[in-house]
């Protein structure tokens, strides 16, 4: 019966279906943010556990780039505990990131829809890809840029400049899975 609806009203519907699942998606998005605004405010209320999250190797791991930057950061102006906030606001924001894509994954998992958009796909490659990419090359810079992350600034503003990153990298992968799912649910 589906088949039978001219493709118009189809991709309307499909469009419908769409929005729905963007904007739940959305309103996950504050699981992140709060964890953001939880963690920072458990930092500075308890300046050793900034530390304790850093020197856990699986705490540390949550966000990959901790691991490619600890090098470069340890060798730095900045102070021990700067350090591990910076860690560890980057291991508390990748874990509220996590949980978004998880409660994401869930959700797309029982969709029932069946109408796949290609070019959604593509987008989703192609954020994913560049993700991937600023994620492993970054580093700090000597010098002051108005978006990498640099040593000339506080740790903080490196800190809030990191976040838009991890959180497109989890976001792309979030989409990449939802259009791999919306494909496996297109084919007969």
């Known amino acids: 019966m589906e088949n039978d609806k001219d493709p118009v009203s189809r991709f309307d519907e499909q469009m419908k ?8 998606s959305a309103l996950l998005m504050i699981i992140p943010a709060i ?16 530390c304790a999250i850093a020197e ?50 869930v959700d797309d998992i029982y969709r029932k829809d069946t109408i ?37 600034q506080s740790i903080e503003i490196n800190i809030w400049k990191n976040i838009p990153l991890i959180w497109l990298f989890v976001f792309s992968t979030g989409i990449l899975i939802e259009r791999a799912l919306a494909y496996g649910r297109s084919r007969p």
């Open 56 to 105: 856990n190797s699986a705490l540390l791991a949550l966000w990959p780039q901790n691991l490619l930057l600890q090098g470069q950061l340890y060798a730095s102006r900045y102070t021990s505990h700067e350090k591990c906030t910076f860690f560890a606001m980057q291991s508390i924001f990748a874990a509220g990131c996590y949980i978004w894509l998880l409660f994401k994954i």
């Open 116 to 152: 796949f958009i290609p070019g959604f796909l593509k987008v989703a490659l192609i954020t994913i890809t560049v993700s991937v990419v600023s994620v492993f090359t970054s580093r700090f810079e000597e010098y002051n840029t108005l978006y990498s992350l640099n040593l000339s």
């Open 17 to 24: 279906i769409e929005v729905k699942h963007l904007k739940r």
């Open 35 to 50: 964890f953001a605004i939880g963690g920072r405010f458990i930092l500075v209320s308890h300046p050793n556990t900034a």
